[in-house]
């Protein structure tokens, strides 16, 4: 009987245990039900910050490598833009150059015909119409050959006429025809400005010109010839006919001025023999007209 009891009493104790053990298990499996709906829970919070991460990075990488991309078109294509400003620039260039040179192609054969019609004036020895025609021809687009051989052929022509019109001048003046003369010293002086015989013209023109009663237009040529060092022989009488033109337009001191740098310089030639009476006759002269300017002019009652 006693060991019915115990062992009621240890199925009992057993099922009292059993049933502890079943609450702390059951207790154990809530806590980890609940451990487990936690670390679920933080899982998943994980997971979508996770993906929003994800995602937030691929978007700035896509944003990264869309402006990577952009800015490197955008550099591809200014460099395409500025070579090819750089080649439309060659080829306006390339173009003008083409222009250019047909123009000057055409220039060239216009000028080259030119050339010849001026050249058989040459061969005719037609000196008028070359001298004429030779500024126009010296616009034109000549080979430098043929510019210097037009202008030394010019120049020879001009010369040549200028002597042409001063000999006909002397012969004018041979005649006493002194207005035919003044034209064609006029007309020697103009065709040939620079030549050595220009300070003959000049001294030849003051002579016509005083013959024709135009003192006043000889002393400017006549002084121009005493001025000049060109042709120094002629410097003598230049100052001979300054004084004589001077003393003409009643220039009394520029003539007693020029008589006296004559007779000066040139002390034993033929004029000055002449230059010094008529430097007493000229110092008379001024004397008498400064002294008639001191006496006053009588007033009429």
Known sequence: MRDVDDEVREIKKEIVESRGLIIKTNNLVNALG????????????????????????????????????????????????SEMTAAETVVEELRGDLGDEVRRASDRATASAKAATYYDLIRARKRVEVVRE????????????????????????????????????????????????????????????????????????????????RSAQALVFAQQVADQATDTALQPDGWWLVALCARDVDDVDT????????????????LSRDARPLLREVTREAYLGKKAATIPASVPN
């Open 255 to 270: 003539s007693r001025d020029a008589l006296k740098l004559r007779i000066k310089k040139w002390p034993r030639s033929a």
């Open 34 to 81: 609940a451990d487990i709906k936690s670390i679920a829970k933080r899982q998943a919070g994980y997971e979508r910050r996770l993906n929003w991460n994800s995602g937030v990075a691929i978007a700035v990488i896509g944003v990264v490598s869309f402006a990577g991309l952009k800015l490197y078109f955008d550099a591809q294509t200014g460099g395409m833009r």
């Open 134 to 213: 030779y500024p126009a021809m010296a616009k034109e687009a000549l080979s430098p050959a043929e510019a210097a051989v037009f202008r030394d052929v010019e120049q020879q022509f001009r010369q040549d006429l200028a002597l042409e019109a001063y000999q006909k001048g002397l012969a004018f003046v041979d005649g006493k025809k002194y207005a035919d003369a003044i034209k064609r010293f006029e007309e020697a002086i103009e065709l040939h400005p620079n030549g050595s015989q220009i300070p003959a013209i000049k001294h030849s023109l003051a002579l016509a010109l005083r013959k024709e009663k």
